[in-house]
């Protein structure tokens, strides 16, 4: 394969899996962590599922790609992505972190980087990523809502009402949003004493 020929077909499928994660970032709606008996229980897996499949090849490539490219932040990105998207939190919380050395302005890569830190069970850690991206803007609506799964996990419930209140008065139109309300009211009737 000539050289420029596999510059353009690495180049390809970086562009497509920018394009494929932001398409996707734009369809889903955020869900609130699923509070069972105690308000902070972390969010569970439903039985049986698994992480989407990691293609092991595209992976290599984009490791490769890194390695031979130090100091280009999207790729590190990119393989943030794909670590986060295959449920491998270490992996991802390591390509971001990397990408933020280089960049730290990256909200999005921050709060991405919390929120793996939060599914690998580090909610404090996740809380502090947080917390940086809402200085700069306190309005990010997926640190927001982030901060207050992070809490939620902590066992920290009100708190958590409070990042979730907070969210919704800042985007109270906001479609994905919806149902949050509800599950704001189900974590103050758990929480509720003698209940």
Not at 63 to 89: C, F, H, I, K, T
Not at 123 to 137: C, M, N, S, T, W
Not at 150 to 171: F, I, K, N, P, T
Request: proline share 8%; hydrophobic share 45%; with cysteine.
């Amino acid at each position: 394969m000539r050289r420029d020929t596999l510059v353009f077909t690495i180049a390809g499928t970086v562009l497509g899996l920018v394009v494929g994660y932001m398409a996707a970032s734009w369809d889903v709606v955020p869900r609130p962590a699923a509070v069972a008996t105690a308000p902070q229980a972390p969010p569970a897996a439903p039985a049986g599922a698994t992480p989407p499949r990691l293609n092991p090849d595209e992976a290599k490539a984009m490791e490769s790609l890194a390695a031979r490219q130090p100091g280009d932040v999207s790729v590190r990105v990119e393989l943030g992505n794909l670590y986060m998207e295959a449920e491998r939190w270490s992996e991802a919380i390591r390509w971001y972190r990397e990408a933020l050395a280089l960049n730290p302005s990256l909200a999005d890569v921050t709060t991405d980087l919390g929120a793996c830190l939060v599914s690998a069970g580090q909610p404090a850690e996740a809380l502090a990523e947080f917390d940086k991206v809402l200085r700069a803007d306190p309005a990010h609506r997926n640190a927001l809502y982030n901060r207050g799964i992070a809490l939620l996990q902590m066992g920290r419930a009100s708190d958590a009402v409070a990042a979730w209140e907070e969210l919704l008065r800042r985007h109270p139109d906001d479609p994905q949003l919806q149902g949050l309300q509800g599950r704001i009211e189900q974590i103050r009737a758990t929480a509720a004493p003698g209940k």
